[in-house]
Structure formats: C-alpha cells, structure tokens
C-alpha cells in the first residue's frame, strides 16, 4: 500500500473539476489515520509528513497525492494545510 505523490497539469485538474471538492483544512498537529476508501488530493498549501509502516513520505503545496484504501498511517502536519479532496 504505497502512497502515490505527483503533480499533475492543469488540464487534469480541470478534467478531474478538482477545484469542486470539498476542501479541508488542519494546523500544525499530529495524529494517526485510517483511511476506509481511496482518497484523492491537491494540496493547496502546507507541508505533511505522513509514515505508514512500509514508508515515510513528505509532500506540500502543488502536490497530488493518492492514499490508498486500508492504510493506516500517522500524519504530522508540518505547515498548516488546505487541500482539496475526494474519497472514491
């Protein structure tokens, strides 16, 4: 279960209408997650280390990020974040 880091261009943002979804926000904090469906992201602004048991990635602001469905990780949020989002 690896998560997947990209940036993408702005026709795929605009194809996938990114800028629909609902947007979350956190300030700097850490806690534990468990994600129970697939969910999508372009993080707007901030910087994440997130660590599951197989790696430890760090993304911010520009970034796609996908998480896998089933991982368990830990979050530390960096700098504040905003972010879109979609669960599929």
Request: charged residues 30%; negative net charge; glycine residues 6%.
């Amino acid at each position: 279960m690896k998560i997947e880091i990209s940036k993408i261009s702005k026709n795929e943002i605009s194809e996938m209408d990114v800028f629909s979804w609902p947007i979350w926000s956190c300030e700097v904090s850490e806690f534990n997650w468990e994600y129970d469906q697939q969910e999508s992201c372009l993080l707007l602004e901030g910087e994440v280390e997130v660590k599951s048991n197989i790696e430890t990635v760090k993304f911010g602001g520009g970034d796609f990020v996908v998480f896998p469905k089933g991982l368990k990780c830990k979050w530390k949020v960096i700098r504040p974040v905003r972010k879109h989002y979609s669960f599929s």
